[in-house]
């Protein structure tokens, strides 16, 4: 491999980084056709394009996961050849996947120094001078977590300052972020900005990869768009982001939030009573608090429902409880009149309950199984006779859908965990509009989703909507609930704090009653707990 000398500065606009007429093809797709790419010292370069355009391929290849079939890459003026995650580093460029790379089972500390963990003049790990280091760096990340914490206990924000810290940990040159703030809520996304303009600032070059339109002008300085695997222009990040749009997706874009709100509800489809779930090992009357507890709620026929509320108010363990993958304490779940059996999501599914879940990787999918198996799972009681399935119904079915949802992939043969986060959340939503699904659970739903693809998925929606099924939406996107709710249900600390119909949803409306809930401390900042951007 070529390289770079170790002493070479990265200085402030310095080019560090040059990508030229790079192509990548895999078997039925060409993922990048001649892109262009340069990076600077001291600049934020976002990178930006629809799910599936070639954003992850581009920096795999930066990150040694991926080599180029044609073109070239220089790094301070030499061509280098990066052919492993060994050879990024010696060059200084350190990348920060969508998918984390930690290991539950070790500590933050032994995470973030992983496979380069300091060492005793008898080659022993330092694991002193470890943690102190792991401090240090999570002082700069601004993560009050003790170093000795197992990954296993923290949750997902939490788990990405981490990654964010073993990156620092690098002292790289070039720092790749691919969708850093997809699961952080606005006051974890204004550290983070923080930390990054820090980087900014020392002369590090930054490619910076979100779907958060808002967050360019924030935060970066140039912006390369792709389209269809190619680099469609290079532009400042002051562009407006109705030409941004325009840009990635190839036309433009009239509404952002394109909801068709009924004249009326209908029956209720949905009805939970009392719901209740206590804490493990805790019941009423101790000091631990509940999950959620006392629930009363309906949905109808023709209409969103949007949960709204703080980290933590309890609105994923809600929608879990309901469909039976956990089970609750008291109360009374309904379908059409018809009570549910607690902990049974077959029955719920037979009732005619789907659930696309907030992690769709790890609880959406079966990421080494093929795009058909996936579109068809959920039906596979109905696609099977006398112990044979129907492939052939199968193949018909999930070619449908992938066609309606546009899905961008080389086949049905294809496995879930090759496609783009967007494609992949369009496989979740798809494997139930197979199924007899009346109401659709939709948690956190345009997660990691880019612009023309939310559209779609709003769409969509609408759809449903139209045909007399209902829509249970949760989101921590602020105005994607005001945009798309028929009515607002606002959880706090376990409790149902309130509803609020469509005319009087406002920003302000909802975080009063997400922050003053009986119990809660109104001092919390409502910026560090919903994304409002």
């Keep these: 491999m070529s390289g770079v000398d170790d002493d070479v500065p990265g200085g402030s606009d310095r080019e560090l980084l040059r990508m030229e007429g790079v192509t990548k093809s895999f078997p039925g797709v060409r993922a990048l056709d001649g892109v262009d790419l340069t990076l600077r010292g001291g600049e934020v370069h976002v990178l930006l394009g629809e799910n599936g355009a070639g954003k992850s391929t581009l920096i795999k290849m930066l990150s040694g996961v991926h080599r180029p079939d044609e073109g070239r890459i220089t790094a301070h003026g030499q061509e280098v ?112 900005f923080g930390v990054v303009r820090e980087l900014r600032d020392a002369g590090v070059g930054i490619i910076f990869i979100t779907h958060h339109l808002e967050e360019i002008g924030a935060l970066g300085d140039r912006v390369t768009v792709l389209r269809d695997g190619r680099s469609v222009a290079e532009v400042p990040a002051a562009t407006g982001e109705n030409e941004l749009i325009r840009l990635m997706v190839g036309r433009d874009i009239a509404e952002q939030y394109p909801r068709r709100r009924p004249d009326g509800p209908g029956a209720p489809l949905l009805k939970v009573r009392s719901l209740t779930r206590y804490a493990t090992g805790a019941r009423r009357g101790t000091a631990a608090a509940p999950v959620f507890e006392g629930i009363d709620f309906e949905v109808r026929a023709g209409e969103v429902v949007g949960l709204a509320g703080l980290v933590g108010a309890g609105r994923t363990e809600l929608v879990r409880a309901v469909f039976g993958v956990d089970r609750y304490d008291a109360g009374t779940v309904e379908i059409d009149g018809r009570t549910l059996a607690r902990g049974d999501v077959r ?122 099924r209902a829509v249970l939406m949760i989101s921590s996107d602020l105005p994607e609930v005001l945009g798309m709710s028929d009515r607002v249900l606002v959880m706090a600390q376990g409790r149902l704090a309130g509803e609020l119909p469509a005319g009087e949803a406002t920003q302000d409306a909802v975080m009063e009653l997400a922050v003053r809930a009986p119990g809660r401390n109104t001092n919390e900042s409502a910026g560090e707990s919903f994304d409002v951007r």
């Design 81 to 192: 050849h990066i052919r492993s995650a060994q050879d990024a580093e010696r060059l200084g460029i350190a990348t920060i996947h969508q998918e984390f790379t930690l290991v539950p089972g070790l500590t933050v500390a032994e995470n973030i120094f992983l496979g380069r963990q300091p060492r005793t003049a008898l080659g022993l790990v330092d694991r002193k001078t470890m943690r102190a280091g792991a401090a240090e760096l999570l002082h700069r990340v601004r993560l009050d977590v003790p170093p000795g914490t197992p990954v296993a206990e923290l949750g997902i924000a939490r788990r990405q300052m981490v990654e964010i810290a073993k990156a620092l940990s690098l002292n790289a040159r070039v720092l790749i972020m691919d969708e850093p703030t997809a699961v952080l809520t606005s006051g974890e996304v204004e550290t983070l």
């Design 347 to 468: 029955a719920a599914m037979r009732a005619g309950l789907g659930l696309v879940p907030e992690d769709r990787k790890g609880q959406g999918l079966v990421l080494d199984a093929s795009l058909q198996d996936n579109l068809t799972l959920a039906r596979l009681d109905r696609d099977t006779r006398r112990g044979f399935v129907d492939r052939g119904g199968q193949r018909r079915a999930a070619a449908a859908v992938a066609e309606r949802l546009k899905v961008r992939m080389s086949g049905l043969a294809q496995h879930a965990r090759t496609l783009s986060g967007g494609n992949q959340q369009k496989v979740v939503i798809g494997k139930w509009l197979l199924t007899d699904t009346r109401l659709l659970i939709l948690d956190e739903p345009t997660r990691g989703v880019d612009v023309g693809a939310k559209v779609e998925i709003y769409r969509l929606i609408n759809e449903l909507t139209a045909a007399g």
